[in-house]
């Protein structure tokens, strides 16, 4: 009985390469490799729709503007009303007047009301993993936020700011290109705030020096210390912060191949950029001409004029010096290739990756359409290759076991649980994104406490529905129910171990009871599942 | 192990071989006669991390310097605000739980201590610091882990577990590599976790193997994603947390002032774990939050907040340890100073030279070392940040001498020139 159960399970699995051959992934495996990287994993059925429809069709469907997302999930964001605003509007609507001298409760009362906007992002983002119909798009989009890391950590007007963010930067471009992604990032108020490009400014003019030089000459009586001070003070005012991020994380990777100097003469060319806070209640991006440090700027060995036309004219040619530079190109091709295929990148790939950016000019699809189209993304060595983040852990341990997810609260409090909060990074490097860094014990253990939670029905707003666990057919066994079960849950394969420790749970369970009630077997055999190595891969 | 083995130092610095590491590292170990007596056994060495860059500046502040003034009007510590330490050195108002220390000449205040690599990158700096190699990426094991391993003496299979722990969810950079280091989560000691662990137990191999299915044959099939080691990984934490609950749990915390934070509560754990003679030596937990480029506060304010917590819970760690600190050695760290300026949004962008904490036994301490040529703009590196006046890994490789009795092989740093300091007495 049971050898014909295992059976249907190596099904899923190749025969064992003893003799050194490489045997290509299976159309079942390739179906599986496809949703485990361009997908959070498959829902319930999900595989075989995928073989149903061939992979080209699949892959056409998702990269296709045009896809609408189904009523389900239009519904769920429907009640969300804060998401689509603006910074101006937002500021309107969690407008909460304190009194002048308020008390606790009422300052209590105002951050809670301002938490709304960030609750309403932090659902939809989740929700939309998990039940979109165009997963590239959401796969990318968490891609992309990790890229232009912005957060919640810094102060309140990030609030203002951030679920515009979401949607007009990283959503809007998550599958469109990239120097415009990097164009709406860097006007975007958010960014502004979160790297401090807004308190950048121009230091002291002469005259304002001499004053300054002279205040201090009258109170200290000493000529050298005054010229001391103008001196400081003369370099005082550009912030660096952006600048370097700009160049190090968003575009050309550290160290490749720019100075100390290309970071000031960026810092330069953007003082002024930044924010307004209620002028004529706007609220949004900014440009400070009286901030600006005005003439023209050495950058990477280009000079970029002064523009007297458009204010921020010589930063936006900034961007498009950085957006169009070879370097940009490397190192997006390598984070993508990374995040698709394998933490150590095939350098075949990157290189193939990037000549598609230069290209393209950046177009995203048609950087992942090479990713796609290569070997090595269908290579055997990169199949489960990938140890999942926190993030990949969950979503597709709800998608996989068909949750129906009544409220996001619990699984917003699991990724912080588990060091991966959305928005909430505190480094501008955003999370880790190979496995090593995520392998850590005290990870592991938060992990399988939720996976046990969630297969147990004990998370809150999160219900496996009872159909999940199916049944044992007329004359069936439970082994076959249960490796049924298996092959639904790891449809990557499951390894020994792991279908000799749910056999023993199952026959424990036999043991101790008369009648087998799969509503409660089965939640106990899939937090093992949810818990296992195999589950922590794709 | 032949001596032609074809493993090299180097290797070991990169991570390669690990499987089979720490035979080969004692027997590496043994064979070039590295000086390491019993007593380092009980000596232990804990590593604070300040994430961000730390602006020294602030925290050990050069009094009498009239640029200091100068260059800091609105976050600089104001004269009558100083906690004096010497004529020209005072510390944060909100360290000042750490002068009583610094009087009983356990505390080291370090200044102009850095790394040669000029990068001003958080991510690599940090990387650079921690691994000890600055500007070489294919460095992969922290130096700490690299110690661990280096001055190993057990066979293998028989090492004690708790050489190393990193006190929070991911481990710290420093303990990171090829030695098991054990990353402890904040809630190990609950009742949950214990049964978490007990129900994946045998799932991971912890608690025996499974027994072959005898009703069937399993036959040979490659075992998915076995090149991740998580199963390896599995295993390795539920041993370890099960052992770490025994020795911690056991002792209820008493409130020695640590501050209600994270590092409060992490450097209480620590300082339990060496209490419990389990035989500890190196211990990292990150502090984050210390880039402040903006509105960072003078005597009161961000920095200000940071600085009272980091403070206190030093305070209460030398309080907890009692006689123990004379074993003890903790170094407080950052990946680099900040600008000696202040910028124009009240805060300091990322400099160079920074500083560092030494508080323990045996130091040459109740004073402040480095040298320093104040903050004349002419003084500054790159007319700017305070220079690098003491390389970070002088700074280690004393502590690793003159505390653990451990003498570290020639290329314990690679590409670096020794140069001793006289830190212990």
């Known amino acids: 009985m049971i050898v014909t159960a295992l059976s249907i399970v190596s099904l899923a699995l190749p025969l064992g390469p003893s003799d050194g051959e490489v045997i290509p992934l299976s159309p079942r495996e390739r179906a599986v490799h496809l949703l485990a990287r361009f997908a959070f994993g498959p829902r319930p059925g999900d595989v075989e729709r995928l073989m149903e429809v061939g992979e080209e069709q699949w892959i056409a469907r998702q990269l296709d503007p045009e896809l609408q997302e189904g009523p389900i999930l239009r519904e769920r964001l429907g009640l969300l009303d804060a998401l689509e605003l603006n910074p101006s509007e937002m500021f309107i609507y969690t407008s909460y007047e304190l009194p002048p001298k308020s008390t606790r409760e009422e300052r209590i009362a105002q951050g809670n009301y301002r938490g709304i906007p960030k609750w309403q992002l932090l659902s939809s983002i989740p929700l939309r993993q998990t039940f979109a119909e165009r997963q590239v798009a959401e796969v990318l989009s968490e891609f992309w936020r990790n890229h232009f890391n912005v957060s919640y950590t810094k102060s309140w007007p990030a609030g203002l700011y951030i679920p515009d963010f979401d949607a007009r930067v990283i959503r809007d471009n998550a599958l469109g290109s990239f120097p415009t992604m990097l164009d709406a990032s860097a006007h975007h108020p958010a960014m502004m705030h979160y790297l401090d490009n807004m308190l950048s400014k121009r230091p002291m003019s002469a005259g304002e020096l001499a004053t300054y030089e002279q205040q201090v000459r009258e109170r200290s009586g000493s000529k050298e210390l005054a010229e001391e001070a103008a001196l400081i003070a003369s370099k005082r005012g550009v912030n660096e912060n952006y600048a370097r991020e700009l160049l190090e994380l968003h575009t050309m990777g550290v160290d490749k191949g720019y100075s100390q100097a290309d970071v000031i003469a960026a810092a330069e060319v953007l003082t002024g950029w930044g924010l307004a806070s209620g002028k004529d209640g706007y609220y949004g991006f900014f440009f400070d001409q009286s901030r600006h440090i005005d003439g023209n700027h050495t950058f990477l060995k280009t000079i970029l004029r002064e523009d007297k036309n458009d204010g921020t004219g010589q930063g936006d040619r900034l961007l498009q010096v950085l957006a169009a530079h070879k370097a940009t190109s490397n190192f997006i091709a390598e984070k993508l290739v990374r995040y698709l295929v394998n933490d150590n990148p095939p350098p075949r790939l990157v290189k193939d990756v990037a000549a598609v950016y230069r290209k393209s000019k950046g177009d995203i699809p048609a950087m992942l359409r090479e990713i796609l189209k290569s070997e090595e993304f269908w290579a055997r060595e990169n199949y489960q290759a990938k140890f999942k983040t926190p993030n990949e852990f969950l979503i597709s341990a709800v998608r996989i076991t068909g949750t129906v997810v009544e409220d996001t609260k619990l699984l917003t409090e699991a990724l912080g649980a588990m060091g991966q909060p959305t928005y909430r990074c505190d480094d501008p490097t955003g999370y880790f994104d190979t496995a090593k860094d995520w392998l850590d014990p005290g990870v592991l253990t938060v992990r399988w406490d939720i996976a046990l939670r969630l297969a147990a029905g004990e998370l809150e707003g999160l219900r496996i529905p009872a159909e999940f666990f199916g049944e044992i057919e007329a004359g069936g066994s439970v082994l076959s129910w249960m490796q049924e079960l298996i092959a639904r849950v790891l449809p990557g394969g499951a390894n020994l171990r792991t279908q000799a420790m749910v056999h023993e749970v199952v026959r424990i369970y036999k043991a101790n009871n008369d009648e087998i009630d799969v509503q409660v077997l089965g939640p106990q055999v899939l937090g093992l599942l949810l818990g296992s190595p195999e589950f922590q891969c794709q | ?425």
Not at chain 2, 172 to 188: H, K, Q, T
Not at chain 2, 189 to 200: E, H, I, P, W
Not at chain 2, 309 to 322: P, T, Y
Not at chain 2, 352 to 372: C, N, P, Q, T, Y
């Open chain 2, 1 to 425: 192990m032949s001596m032609n083995s074809p493993l090299s130092r180097r290797n070991l610095l990169k991570g390669a071989a690990a499987l089979s590491l720490s035979t080969q590292a004692s027997a590496l170990a043994r064979m070039n006669g590295y000086g390491f007596d019993e007593s380092h056994r009980t000596r232990s060495l804990v590593l604070i991390y300040l994430r961000g860059g730390a602006d020294f500046l602030n925290m050990i502040v050069p009094r009498t310097d009239p640029s200091y003034e100068l260059c800091r009007p609105t976050i600089g510590i104001k004269a009558d605000e100083v906690v004096e330490l010497s004529r020209n050195w005072g510390l944060h108002p909100a360290l000042a739980a750490l002068k009583p220390i610094y009087e009983e000449e356990l505390l080291v205040p370090y200044i102009g201590v850095g790394s040669p690599h000029p990068t001003r990158s958080h991510f690599d700096a940090q990387d650079f610091m921690n691994f000890g190699a600055p500007g070489d990426r294919s460095v992969v094991n922290g130096w700490m882990n690299r110690y661990l391993t280096l001055s190993q003496k057990t066979e293998e299979g028989t090492q004690n577990e708790f050489r190393g722990i990193g006190m929070q969810r991911l481990l710290p950079i420093a303990v990171r590599g090829s030695y098991p280091v054990l990353a402890v989560p904040d809630d190990f000691a609950s009742r949950r976790a214990t049964s978490v662990l007990d129900r994946f137990g045998k799932f991971y191999g912890a608690d025996g193997e499974v027994k072959e299915d005898s009703e069937g044959e399993m036959g040979s099939r490659p075992q998915p994603a076995d090149g991740l080691d998580v199963l390896q990984s599995g295993k390795n934490t539920i041993e370890s947390l099960r052992r770490f609950r025994e020795i911690v749990s056991a002792k209820g915390l008493q409130n020695f002032g640590y501050p209600d934070t994270s590092i409060g509560e992490g450097m209480q754990r620590i300082a339990q774990v060496i209490l419990s003679g389990e035989g500890l030596e190196v211990a990292a937990i990150d502090f984050n939050g210390w880039d402040h480029h903006a509105r960072q506060g003078g005597a009161r304010g961000s920095q200000a907040n940071k600085l009272k917590e980091l403070g206190d819970a030093l305070a209460a760690f030398r309080k907890q340890l009692g006689e123990r600190i004379g074993e003890t050695m903790v170094m407080v760290m950052t990946e680099f100073g900040r600008t000696v300026h202040e910028n124009g949004s009240g805060g300091t962008d990322h400099g160079h030279g920074s500083g560092m904490f030494l508080m323990g036994g045996g130091l040459r301490g109740g004073k402040v070392h480095g040298s320093f040529d104040g903050l004349r703009t002419n003084s500054l590196y790159e007319g700017r940040d305070l220079p690098v006046t003491t390389d970070y890994r002088d700074v280690i490789a004393a502590v690793l001498r003159g505390h653990m009795n451990f003498k570290a092989p020639k290329d314990f740093f690679p590409d670096y020139k020794a140069k001793k300091l006289k830190l212990f007495k």
